[in-house]
């Protein structure tokens, strides 16, 4: 998968697994908006599936 000629990686120096960071560096925008986008859909049930997937698909950088 790659957008820009980037990969998708999860940081080791994120808050929780590096899956946010992870994602805002890919797509280029700020962590915190990921962060709140993450929320939201863990409100809504999906975000927290969708975090514990990405904790085992995405590679460590």
Do not use: H, Q
């Amino acid at each position: 998968m790659s957008f820009n000629g980037k990969r998708l990686f999860r940081k080791r120096n994120g808050m929780l697994l590096g899956i946010c960071l992870g994602v805002a560096d890919y797509l280029e925008i700020d962590v915190t908006v990921v962060r709140l986008l993450w929320i939201i859909g863990g409100c809504m049930g999906v975000g927290v599936i969708a975090y514990v997937a990405a904790a085992f698909v995405m590679p460590i950088e």
